[in-house]
T-cell receptor
Framework: RKEVEQDPGPFNVPEGATVAFNCTYS??????FFWYRQDCRKEPKLLMS???SGNEDGRFTAQLNRASQYISLLIRDSKLSDSATYLC?????????????FGSGTRLQVQP | DAGVTQSPTHLIKTRGQQVTLRCSPK?????VSWYQQALGQGPQFIFQ???????QRGNFPDRFSGHQFPNYSSELNVNALLLGDSALYLC?????????????FGPGTRLLVL
């Protein structure tokens, strides 16, 4: 079983739609979770951290469910510029000094 | 404030050759991690350097080696290249003592092995 599993997509949605991605992880000792965004042929960039209490940043909401070992990302009012691959990531207790484990990514295509 | 930089941006090699990739971390960062990203996959951790020593290593063969210099910059070396080594190689930097800060990635080096 992969350490981090994501639906590869692609998710094709119209502008203005709400879309949700889920990601499951296998290591119950995982301490920190993130969503990274990666544009085509570019490097991954941190979108948001994921906290147990859930967190929101504008149109983006991330949730963590430790009991079921999954994290989710909700994007409201999708924009064309949201088209990208979204990577689910977990790390150890000290993010700066531990390897990050990435899922394979979920591709989102927002259409006009 | 310069972010993470990597060189070269693209590279073409043939099987059996050796390659060296370079990375300069973000200002104020002292830890460098290297990742390999094959097409359609997420990045896979290769190893991490701090204080000029390899601190953690992923599931990669000894053909992959690295180095960190006193100015925190780093090199990734790959010997005896295989076709399967074709990938985007990403460098990420971080501050070891800042536990709540994640890693920042450079633009990557795209390696093609023919």
């Amino acid at each position: 079983r992969k350490e981090v599993e994501q639906d590869p997509g692609p998710f094709n949605v119209p502008e203005g739609a709400t879309v949700a991605f889920n990601c499951t992880y296998s290591n119950s000792a995982s301490q920190s979770f993130f969503w990274y965004r990666q544009d085509c042929r570019k490097e991954p960039k941190l979108l948001m951290s994921v906290y147990s209490s859930g967190n929101e940043d504008g149109r983006f909401t991330a949730q963590l469910n430790r009991a079921s070992q999954y994290i989710s990302l909700l994007i409201r009012d999708s924009k064309l510029s949201d088209s990208a691959t979204y990577l689910c990531v977990w790390g150890g207790m000290d993010m700066g000094r531990r390897a990050l484990t990435f899922g394979s990514g979920t591709r989102l295509q927002v259409q006009p | 404030d310069a972010g993470v930089t990597q060189s070269p941006t693209h590279l073409i090699k043939t099987r059996g050759q050796q390659v060296t990739l370079r990375c300069s971390p973000k200002s104020g960062h002292d830890t460098v991690s290297w990742y390999q990203q094959a097409l359609g996959q997420g990045p896979q951790f290769i190893f991490q350097y701090y204080e000029e020593e390899e601190r953690q290593r992923g599931n990669f063969p000894d053909r992959f080696s690295g180095h960190q210099f006193p100015n925190y910059s780093s090199e990734l070396n790959v010997n005896a290249l295989l076709l399967g080594d074709s990938a985007l190689y990403l460098c990420a930097s971080s501050r070891r003592r800042t536990s709540r800060e994640t890693q920042y990635f450079g633009p990557g080096t795209r390696l093609l092995v023919l």
